[in-house]
Each structure stands twice: as structure tokens, then as C-alpha cells.
Nanobody
Framework: QVQVVESGGGLVQAGGSLRLSCAATGSIFRIYDMGWYRQAPGKQRELVATITSGDSTNYGDSVKGRFTISRDNAKNTVYLQMNSLKPEDTAVYSC??????????????WGQGTQVTVSS
């Protein structure tokens, strides 16, 4: 089993910055994609950003140019640097990790989520 734990959420004023971290621990042979998703009240979960094992990145349209995803493979950790935050960025941010252990079967794991609130 793999445990995924996010940290770094909080309250920030519009225009400010936050950095989220997500660490994966447990039965891990290899981590493939890592990503961030968010869900605001009354809305569907949406893609924020993903990063492959080869460091290819993909961003949701609403965060392009403001957010940057990166990963530290030695620490099994993915980061999300969020700049120029807007009130509409307010949501629960969840981390997703796709990994395999020694059976080479790829599985998807989610963290509990961390709240980001941007005040106007």
C-alpha cells in the first residue's frame, strides 16, 4: 500500500503565493505520474497539473503561467508552486500518485487533500 500526504495549504491574500508538497511512502518500486487536482464547493474536481517520470508537465488552462509543478524522485515528492493566486483558486487540492511495487502493476493513490483559501 502507498500513503500519500499533502501539506502546505492555508489562507493567503489574492496575489500571494503558496507551495504545496505531496510525499508518497510505502510499498513503492517506481512512481510514474504525479499530479495535483482541486475541487471547489459545488464544482467537479479539475486537473491542476501533472508531471511524468520524465518531467513532462501538463497544466489546466486556468493555472497556466501562474503555477509550476516539480518533483524530487529521490524523496518521492511532488511540489506545486502557486503564484499570483486568485480567489477562484480556492479549493481542496489533492495529490494523485501512480506507482507500482514489485508486482509491476500500476495503481493510483490519492491523498486526503489540503485546503487552499484565497481571500480577495
Amino acid at each position: 500500500q502507498v500513503q500519500v500526504v499533502e501539506s502546505g495549504g492555508g489562507l493567503v491574500q489574492a496575489g500571494g503565493s503558496l507551495r504545496l508538497s505531496c510525499a508518497a511512502t510505502g510499498s513503492i518500486f517506481r512512481i510514474y505520474d504525479m499530479g495535483w487536482y482541486r475541487q471547489a464547493p459545488g464544482k467537479q474536481r479539475e486537473l491542476v497539473a501533472t508531471i511524468t517520470s520524465g518531467d513532462s508537465t501538463n497544466y489546466g488552462d486556468s493555472v497556466k503561467g501562474r503555477f509550476t509543478i516539480s518533483r524530487d524522485n529521490a524523496k518521492n515528492t511532488v511540489y506545486l508552486q502557486m503564484n499570483s493566486l486568485k480567489p477562484e483558486d480556492t479549493a481542496v487540492y489533492s495529490c494523485n500518485v501512480r506507482s507500482s511495487d514489485w508486482d509491476y502493476i500500476t495503481r493510483s493513490f490519492w491523498g486526503q487533500g489540503t485546503q487552499v483559501t484565497v481571500s480577495s
